[in-house]
Nanobody, 124 residues
């Protein structure tokens, strides 16, 4: 049974930082492209970042470039999202997701597995 478990969310002031973790089990982690998405109340799920199977390639949504960093450790079956210079508009539930086919995709439906999400709240 595949499980993705996010952690690290919380309440932070604008300008602060958080590091989200996603621990994977039940899958061969190194075979999956991993992504982070987020969803704010009343809004569609939004792509944040993705990282290739080896970790050698990353891609970010424009609004996250320079502030967020995605990384992974295949030996630990874990992917992280380091978030710096947080803004109130970054408030959302953050989800990690796994794509078995290793596609360079920002589309949520193309990811096979999802975590339950972790809440990030940025106060002004």
């Amino acid at each position: 049974q595949v499980q993705l478990v996010e952690s690290g969310g919380g309440l932070v002031q604008a300008g602060g930082s958080l590091r989200l973790s996603c621990a994977a089990s039940g899958l061969t982690f190194s075979r999956y492209t991993m992504g982070w998405f987020r969803q704010a109340p009343g809004k569609a799920r939004e792509f944040v970042a993705r990282i290739s199977r080896s970790g050698g390639s990353t891609y970010y949504a424009d609004s996250m470039k320079g502030r967020f960093t995605i990384s992974r450790d295949n030996a630990k079956n874990t992917v992280w999202l380091q978030m710096n210079s947080l803004k109130p508009e970054d408030t959302a539930v953050y989800y990690c997701a796994a794509d078995f086919f290793g596609r360079d995709t920002v589309l949520a439906p193309e990811y096979n597995y999802w975590g339950q999400g972790t809440q990030v709240t940025v106060s002004s």
